[in-house]
């Protein structure tokens, strides 16, 4: 069953190198305000399950509408083979696991608990530090992952009685976390 809209996040994880990796995800959400925590789920097989699973630590940040189409991308191909914030020249800011400039929300997490769903882990994270930045607009993922827009378009095209035009499109949507 897909749900939509659907919100998307992007999650950052330490690379054995010290690089980022990013791995866009669906499934997460806020567990508890205080002390707070949110949770995520991600395939088992998946190269950013693998390095959170290590180091216990991953950012959880929602992209703006300027990052649309890399957004997108970082959910097509694995970090285990392509160094994505490199591939789609996206701008990283952050400590020592970094995340994307243009995003709405970053929340700085580390691992407490993590519980196997199928073929998927559930980490349970607390939210040790959030930074949030008013001027960029959140995504999210429409028509079953095949495009990213922010809700004020989604409205806007439907009072108008007009199609959704996306910020992002494919037709494939490559193999999403979510």
Known sequence: MQTSP??????????????????????????ESDPPFMGFSMWKESYTCELVDKNKKTVISIPGEAISKEA????????RDVNKAEKYKLEL????IKYPVHSRLAFVCTVENQVDV??????????????????????????GKEMLATVEE??????????????????NGGFWSC
Do not use: H, M
């Not at 800011?93 to 020592?96: D, I, L, R």
């Open 93 to 96: 800011q952050g400590g020592e």
């Open 118 to 143: 199928g073929e998927c882990t559930f980490f349970i994270c607390r939210v040790d530090e959030v930074y949030f930045n008013e001027n960029e607009r959140q995504l999210f993922a429409l028509a």
């Open 72 to 79: 997108f991308e970082c959910g097509k191909v694995s970090g």
């Open 6 to 31: 659907q919100p998307v996040a992007l999650i950052s994880s330490l690379t054995p190198e010290g690089g980022t990796n990013l791995a866009a995800v669906c499934w997460w959400v806020y567990l």
């Open 154 to 171: 989604k409205i806007r095209n439907a009072e108008s009685g007009e199609n959704l035009e996306p910020v992002f499109s494919s037709l």
